[in-house]
């Protein structure tokens, strides 16, 4: 019934601070709270988790290889795998998520499920639920639009709010200024459209579009469409 040590160090090199287990280093108020300890038998422990941060890694429990920084951050992942979440908020909801890198405010925050997502600028695939194989730069990059489900996957978006309304639409790569900023759901292939430089394709909800130029193709809500602003 005593008290926790705050400081304890194991063999193997493993560094415990506060609630620290399992080859992990954990600082922070319930960081790692609920990492079960080594040597309980059925329930594996969670390894080589990092993290640093009020309620960081709050609820994990066997996951491993995850690198939580600022507060919330993962603090509903339970066996969440090969993850860096690094601001506050970010992959906050998220119980069970393989290889994702997220770097920024609240990013990710609802995302579930889902692997191989990269998200860097806060808010960025903030409304993303399940998906997989985005990769965003910028903020609000994906954002995500106001009607779900948010599950578009194997998009590719930098830039300030570029590709920002996207919900299902899947393929799209946008790079520039709110290039692709009104895609949501694309039409019946739903999505696979290119849009390079400030605003272009910004109106379009169509498929297979390729937009190259600043505000190329800006009106344009058409299939298949070839628009070049030089």
């Known amino acids: 019934g005593g008290t926790k040590p705050v400081f304890r160090l194991y063999p ?21 709270l609920k990492i079960t300890p080594i040597g309980v038998p059925g329930n594996p422990p969670g390894r080589w988790n990092n993290s640093l941060g009020t309620n960081t890694l709050e609820d994990l429990t066997i ?3 995850n690198n939580a920084f600022g507060t919330n951050a993962l603090r509903r992942s339970i066996g969440s795998f090969h ?8 992959v906050s909801n998220a119980t ?4 994702v890198v997220s ?20 808010y960025s695939q903030f409304k993303a639920t ?11 990059s994906i954002y995500g639009g106001t009607t779900g ?12 709010q570029s590709a920002n309304n996207i919900t299902t639409s899947s393929s799209n790569t946008a790079s520039g200024y709110a290039a692709l900023f009104s895609q949501t759901t694309g039409n019946s292939w739903g999505g696979n459209n290119t849009a390079v430089g400030s605003l272009s394709g910004y109106s379009t909800n169509n498929d297979y579009g390729l937009f190259l130029g600043n505000s190329a193709g800006f009106y344009s809500n058409e299939a298949n469409a070839f628009y070049l602003h030089t």
Request: no cysteine.
């Open 96 to 99: 069970h998520v393989e290889d």
């Open 83 to 90: 993850t860096i979440a690094i601001g506050t908020g970010s």
């Open 63 to 65: 996951g491993n290889d």
């Open 103 to 122: 770097i920024g405010t609240d990013n990710l925050i609802g995302v579930d499920s889902s692997s191989r997502l990269t998200a860097i600028g806060s």
């Open 130 to 140: 399940r998906t997989i194989g985005n990769t965003s730069l910028g903020f609000a």
């Open 12 to 32: 193997k090199g493993q560094l415990a601070l506060g609630d620290s287990v399992n080859l992990s280093v954990i600082i922070g108020h319930n960081s790692g």
């Open 149 to 160: 489900p948010w599950t578009g996957s194997y998009n590719t978006a930098s830039g300030y």
